[in-house]
């Protein structure tokens, strides 16, 4: 019985599982805040190429 109660307590995964999504959701920001000024670079060059032109 006390192996369960132990289990029970035991916190370990939880904790693993929040840092598991904390790192996640980082990940989805960094990745659309590249895509985003990705986007705005490629606008760039692409008027600085339509005015040389």
Known sequence: MSHVLH?????????????????TLISI???????S???NVSMKINDAATALS
């Open 7 to 23: 289990f029970l307590n035991d916190e370990g995964g939880a904790t693993a599982i929040e840092y598991a999504l904390l790192a």
């Open 29 to 35: 920001a960094g990745i659309a805040a590249m895509t």
């Open 37 to 39: 000024i990705g986007t």
